[in-house]
């Protein structure tokens, strides 16, 4: 249900400490170089609207932040389709996947989408 604050009462705005911004940026740079190139988006955009609301010497950390991304290659993801698998995560669908399986016979399977990970 939620709750109405009064006319002239405002929430503090979010903040986040030095240690907290610099796990935001690190997260955000490795999801930027290994992930799809959606979520590699959406991960520049979040960076992009923390640092528009953060105070002038916090959002100079943003950019100078030592903690980087190391030499890597993007992980592949063969034919699937990533941005359509978390939309059935989101919205908890069934998805088709197919396979090979050790013998390299193609099948396929109906399952939930519950999660995704990366190895």
């Given amino acids: 249900m939620g709750y109405v604050l009064r006319p002239g009462f405002m929430l503090p705005p979010l903040m986040f400490s030095e240690e907290e911004?610099?796990?935001?940026?690190?997260?955000?740079r490795w999801v930027a170089a290994r992930g799809d190139e959606r979520l590699g988006t959406a991960a520049r955009n979040a960076v992009?609207?923390?640092?528009a609301v953060l105070?002038?010497?916090l959002r100079g950390?943003?950019?100078a932040s030592a903690l980087l991304v190391?030499?890597?290659k993007a992980i592949p993801t063969g034919a699937a389709d990533l941005p359509a698998l978390r939309l059935a995560i989101r919205t908890e669908r069934k998805v088709t996947i197919h396979y090979r399986d050790l013998n390299r016979d193609r099948n396929q399977t109906?399952?939930?989408a519950i999660c995704a990970g990366v190895l």
């Avoid at 911004?21 to 955000?28: F, S």
């Avoid at 992009?48 to 640092?51: L, N, P, T």
């Fill in 70 to 72: 190391g030499p890597g």
């Fill in 21 to 28: 911004i610099e796990a935001l940026v690190l997260g955000a």
């Fill in 48 to 51: 992009s609207k923390i640092a």
């Fill in 110 to 112: 109906d399952c939930l």
């Fill in 61 to 63: 950390m943003l950019d």
């Fill in 55 to 57: 105070p002038s010497d």
